[in-house]
T-cell receptor
Framework: DVKVTQSSRYLVKRTGEKVFLECVQD?????MFWYRQDPGLGLRLIYF???????EKGDIPEGYSVSREKKERFSLILESASTNQTSMYLC?????????FGPGTRLTVT | QQQVKQSPQSLIVQKGGIPIINCAYE??????FPWYQQFPGKGPALLIA?????SEKKEGRFTISFNKSAKQFSLHIMDSQPGDSATYFC????????????FGGGTRVLVKP
């Protein structure tokens, strides 16, 4: 079974803090993705990576950066958290079409 | 701009009813159309997917209907059960690096006993 794990289920941070969200997959997948999920807006792609050290902007990259130093790990970084980044963050990985999702991190920025 | 539009946002049916969720897309380069199911506290999981070379696909009680000329596709849940209560997302992708998906806004389905 593919397993995608995310470092935290719930996180509360203050405005201006630097926030790291970690994602690890155990199936040697080449592709990894970060989404944010907001009611009525579905899942919106922030960044994705199709190889180690490779990254591509998704639809809403502003305010975020990513790092992929190892194949199994993909990190999302909020350089200076803002209240409008309060959301559910989902990580996913894939080999081809099917994406496998982690359980999500609910981030609250106060 | 949402490239995949999903409706309705929520749906309530009685057990045994057939909830129908509709999606419309704009990008004619899309060639893969999956549906994901998400239960509370969990990440989405692939339910069923279709490619444009067929107009319908069934897996158990779940059916996708696809209309290429109208650029629309829909999910039907036959003989719905309370355990089907979840949020459903349609999505689409074309041949791009990383096979990235564009998701619809989601439909929350509640099946009453």
């Amino acid at each position: 079974d593919v397993k995608v794990t995310q470092s935290s289920r719930y996180l509360v941070k203050r405005t201006g803090e630097k926030v790291f969200l970690e994602c690890v997959q155990d199936m040697d997948h080449e592709n990894m993705f970060w989404y944010r999920q907001d009611p009525g807006l579905g899942l919106r792609l922030i960044y994705f990576s199709y190889d180690v050290k490779m990254k591509e902007k998704g639809d809403i990259p502003e305010g975020y950066s990513v790092s992929r130093e190892k194949k199994e790990r993909f990190s999302l970084i909020l350089e200076s958290a803002s209240t409008n980044q309060t959301s559910m963050y989902l990580c996913a990985s894939s080999l081809r079409d099917e994406q496998y999702f982690g359980p999500g991190t609910r981030l609250t920025v106060t | 701009q949402q490239q995949v539009k999903q409706s309705p946002q929520s749906l309530i049916v009685q057990k045994g009813g057939i909830p129908i969720i509709n999606c419309a897309y704009e990008n004619t380069a899309f060639d893969y159309f999956p549906w994901y199911q998400q239960f509370p506290g969990k990440g989405p999981a692939l339910l069923i997917a279709i490619r444009p070379d067929v107009s319908e696909k069934k897996e158990g009680r779940f059916t996708i209907s696809f209309n290429k000329s109208a650029k629309q596709f829909s999910l039907h849940i036959m003989d719905s059960q309370p355990g089907d209560s979840a949020t459903y997302f349609c999505a689409a992708s074309g041949e791009t690096a990383g096979n990235k998906l564009t998701f619809g806004g989601g439909t929350r389905v509640l099946v009453k006993p």
